[in-house]
């Protein structure tokens, strides 16, 4: 499964609010999209995902362009992970997470016992087994970001799309999620991700977009492209890049100038 | 499961209760032999006048109770699952208004009864249709939110077309019975109205039934559910259609009811949960046993029949605060 777009432009009908975006996502990769606040992260997820038209260029799942494909054919490729809202009426985390079988059904049918054999495996494999019988709405945010990540795993969807999955999380949640990340895209599934800290590329990105203004201004390995420069151009701040001398993993971590 | 099967125990008792109580007391055992006699052909060994009364007066009541009080649950379940709001009540879009409307003209202009029953119905279905349409021309903002504001308005509006039929009307013939409409009653259903209100339900729930487990993903905001692979608009417009046209069918033969439309999918919740595909039924069957149970309260309870829309207001609104107050799932 491969996702592509070239030369795409995205907004809201008149209002562009990005252009000239090309991107490829290949099988099992994590795609790590950093920029900041209003520089068209959300608005570039909504047009992968279909649910806006591309205002110019063209975007491919499998060279198949997805403008002519259903809302089911996009659903089986391509699954969403929204942040975590709340919702209006009292679901359990097994009923939410089996309406990631949507696409999979009839348009009659209900979840069957495979369905919900497949939704207790989603969330046994992201360790929140115990939460099935549990109010949606009444568990921790960083569970509840879980149960949606197993939901999208339900969708049986090569691609996931998680849009600041670790946003609004305390700490030990953040690092949670994460893991969850990194195993799942470990295990040959695609992940495009936006976040705000750019220390998360280091930690479970193949490669890293640098949005600026609407514009794609660096793609490649996170090494290659989460340097103090970059990050300076995009988000206007200092930052110091350094490597972990026992595990040699990179970090990232702001320098405060007024110190 | 138990839930269901609970609500489906209570529908029947009512029932069976409401064959029995009335102005001619019928024991549960006479009511049995006449329906038995009835299946079977039979000699009938109870009061040939249970057998009249039972078939002919309480029967075709019952049913038509029954009847409207699944659609109005189904429908306010629907809405309120579509809307995302627990508070939604069956006319959030002015069906309810455009009903009335519709009957009120017929009343005014000194319709038959039938052609009322018909000018009701097709009033509830246009300004839906209306409010869709305005909704749909209103591109700039959240759609479900537009709806809603939409049907406000055009509710309003009807409201003061209402109003002003009744200083109009003749206050000596037709404001009481607009009134009396106004408050809803099954005192006058008969076997035609029965059939005349079953097919336009029937032919709604169905698509309701069918897609029910769809109407979850529904309550998702409009990006999650669509990235789920549903098509909201479509399955939105049908579930709105549907509803309409069962509430539309039920109003046209009892005038307006409130309150069985946002209470009942409320117990149904606490019953069985939110999931559609246990919500729905448990809100058929239990919509279906509250109206005959307040139904038969109208006809029992004083000398005169008790408008039915008083009744429900009276029990559902304390019952509403009591909910309020003690249940916090449910209403995050």
Known sequence: ???????????????????GIDLALGDGEALCLLGPNGCGKTTLFRTLLGLIPALSGRIELDGIAMARQSRGDIARRIAYVPQAQASAFPFTVREMVLMGRAARLDLLAAPSRIDHHIAENALSRLGIAHLADRIFTEISGGERQLALIA???????????????????????????????RALSRSGQAIIFATHDPDHAFLCADRVALMHQ???????????????????????????????AESGRRICAPSLTSA | MKGLFLAALGALVVVIAALCVGKYLISPADVFDVIWARITGGPLTADPTADTVVFNIRLPRILAALLVGAALAAAGATFQGMFRNPLVSPDILGVSAGASLGAILGIFTSQTVWVIQAMTFVGGLFTVALVMAIGAAVRRHDAILVLVLVGIAVETLLGSAISLIKILADPYNQLPAITYW????????????????????????????????????????????RALGVDTRKLRLLFIVCATLITSAA???????????????HMARFLVGPDFSRLLPASLLLGGGYLVLVDTLARTIAGIEVPLGILTAVIGAPFFLWLLATRERGWQ
């Open chain 2, 182 to 225: 106004l408050l809803g009653s099954l005192t006058a259903i008969n076997r035609a109205d029965l059939v005349s209100i079953l097919i336009p339900i029937a032919i709604g729930v169905a698509p309701l039934y069918l897609l029910r487990w769809r109407l979850n993903l529904l309550t998702l905001s409009e990006d999650e559910a």
């Open chain 1, 214 to 244: 609407g514009r794609m201004i660096a793609l490649g390995t996170p090494d290659e492209t989460v340097t103090a420069a970059n990050l300076k151009t995009i988000y206007g701040v200092d930052v110091v890049i350094a490597t972990l």
């Open chain 1, 1 to 19: 499964m491969t996702l592509a777009t070239k030369d795409l432009a995205i907004g809201y009908g008149a209002r562009r609010v990005g252009e």
């Open chain 2, 251 to 265: 109003v046209s033969v009892s005038g307006i009811i409130g309150w069985v439309g946002l209470l009942i999918p």
């Open chain 1, 151 to 181: 939901r999208a795993l339900t969708q049986e969807a090569p691609i996931l799309v998680m849009d600041e999955p670790t946003a609004s999380l305390d700490f030990g949640n953040q690092v949670r999620v994460l893991e969850q990340m």
